[in-house]
Structure formats: structure tokens, C-alpha cells
């Protein structure tokens, strides 16, 4: 059950809606491009039995405002930052899914010296999607700006046929389950002004370079699917740059897999969390 909902300001007057499940240790979960917070509903009842968890819905997305303002991935992890003080969050853990890994990288580079973090997690991401080096499979690599523009015209006038498409893209072997008309649901939630302007800034920045100064443990799953061809070996090479980073593959599912393999992502989750905290706690 939700403990806490509700809508916060942040300091340029974007208006966030968040929510806060349970207690304990804070847990931050960032959903993906285009997504929002009801696509961890596999995973807040769970992990709230354990752990305070937090999510959000990023500007433009969900519940949140559609404002014309900060659709860059560096303004929404000033978003994280802005919400988690207004929280009183202490010594949290930040994860997040595809969109919201950079987000998480950018937070880290930011926020570094002063970061309240005491782990990480990079759920099924690239930090450069550009990057044209062999470790990355996303499918706009190597700079493909054609492909970019293909797909912003898609989705600007091809509208439902894009979001269908990319609802089956994120599950397994790219077919969408029954019962999850819910995600084209979310999907439409973002203007499509708002959707390619965030994605624009998404693809062409290279937070790959931040790996290596990690400093907290961070936690890295990824799995193989439409959206990352060869996902887990891209997340085992990203592990190898992290000083103190843990690999975990998920062979069942596709770049859902928090949804899919809900009940094996929740375990590592919270075995990865309790790794993290002191050993008195």
C-alpha cells in the first residue's frame, strides 16, 4: 500500500508526482523513456516489505507536468537530487532502468563528492547509446542520427503503430504479454515534443567515462532482446569498468526483466542492498 503520494516542485517549477512505499532502508527506483512509475508494479510490493522505496515519474512523463523545460538527462538527475532532499533522504541507494541508468551516471557525476548514496544500480542501459565501440548494442550505435530521425517520425506520425511496436520491443523475444495494455497506456502520457527531445539528449551523451569513478557498490543486470541484441554481454563489459560492480544476467526476460523475472530481480535486489549497508545493521 502507498504510504505517501503526492506532487513536488522543483526549483525551475516542473511538478513531479511521486510516491513513497514502506520503511526502512530508501530504495530510489527511476523508470525509462516514456515509461513511468506504474511499471515497477512488480516490484514495490515486494521490495516494500523490506525497504522504503521511492519512484517517480520524470518531467513530461506519467502523472508529472508536460513542461517545455529540462528535458535533458543532467536536469533529471538534478530531479532525484531536488526530491531526495526534500525527503530527508539519508544514505540511499539510486537505481534505474534503461533512460534512468544515464540518469543515475549523471547523478553520480554531479553529485559525487556530496552524493547521499551508498549504492547503485544500472538496470538494462548503455551510457552512450551512440558509442560506436563494439560493447554496445543499442540499436542507434555508431551515431546512426538517420535512425534517430526515422524514429522521431514515427512517433510523431505514426504514432500508436511506434508505441505497439516498442511495447512488444521491451519484452521477451519482442512480443508483449496479455494484460499489459497498460504500457502503451504510459506510453501517451508523453507529448511527443517532449519524448524526442529527452531521447535527443539521451543517445548523444557519453556518460561511459563515469564508470570508472564509481565508488559506491553498484549493481549491473542486464538481458539479451530486441532493444540491447547482445545485452548481457554489454552489461558484463560495463561491469569490468565499475572499481566495485556486481553482474548479474537474466536469461528469461528481455529489457522488462524487473517485470518479467520479477521475483529473481527483487531477490538480487535486496541481496545486493543488504551487501551494501554496514554489517551492524
Not at 117 to 135: N, R, V
Not at 164 to 178: H, L, M, S, V
Not at 191 to 217: E, G, Q, R
Not at 223 to 236: H, N
Amino acid at each position: 500500500m502507498t504510504q505517501t503520494n503526492g506532487f513536488f516542485t522543483t526549483s525551475d517549477q516542473a511538478h513531479l508526482y511521486y510516491e513513497v512505499h514502506g520503511k526502512g532502508q530508501p530504495l530510489f527506483l527511476v523508470h525509462g523513456w516514456q515509461c513511468s512509475s506504474r511499471f515497477w508494479q512488480h516490484n514495490i510490493p515486494e521490495l516494500s516489505k523490506h525497504f522504503q522505496v521511492i519512484v517517480m515519474d520524470n518531467r513530461g512523463h506519467g502523472k508529472s507536468s508536460k513542461g517545455l523545460q529540462g528535458q535533458i538527462v543532467a536536469r533529471y538527475a538534478q530531479d532525484i537530487r531536488e526530491l531526495s532532499e526534500f525527503l530527508g533522504l539519508k544514505n540511499f541507494i539510486l537505481m534505474g532502468w534503461s533512460l534512468g541508468g544515464p540518469t543515475v551516471l549523471s547523478y553520480w557525476q554531479q553529485y559525487k563528492t556530496d552524493s547521499n548514496l551508498i549504492g547503485l544500480g544500472l538496470i538494462d542501459m548503455t551510457p552512450f547509446p551512440f558509442s560506436p565501440e563494439e560493447w554496445n548494442s543499442q540499436g542507434l550505435r555508431n551515431y546512426n542520427m538517420e535512425g534517430f530521425n526515422a524514429q522521431v517520425n514515427r512517433l510523431v506520425n505514426e504514432r500508436e503503430e511506434y508505441f505497439e511496436f516498442f511495447a512488444n520491443a521491451i519484452f521477451k523475444d519482442g512480443k508483449r504479454p496479455a494484460g499489459t495494455d497498460w504500457v502503451i497506456e504510459e506510453f501517451r502520457k508523453l507529448p511527443p515534443w517532449l519524448s524526442a527531445a529527452i531521447y535527443s539528449d539521451y543517445i548523444a551523451t557519453d556518460f561511459t567515462n563515469v564508470l570508472p569513478t564509481i565508488t559506491v557498490p553498484t549493481l549491473v543486470v542486464n538481458a539479451d532482446g530486441p532493444v540491447f541484441a547482445w545485452g548481457i554481454k554489454q552489461g558484463t563489459y560495463l561491469t569490468s569498468l565499475i572499481p566495485n560492480g556486481k553482474f548479474v544476467a537474466f536469461t528469461e526476460s528481455g529489457h522488462m526483466l524487473f517485470y518479467e523475472e520479477a521475483e529473481k530481480f527483487n531477490q538480487t535486489v535486496s541481496d545486493f542492498i543488504k551487501d551494501c549497508l554496514p554489517q551492524n545493521v
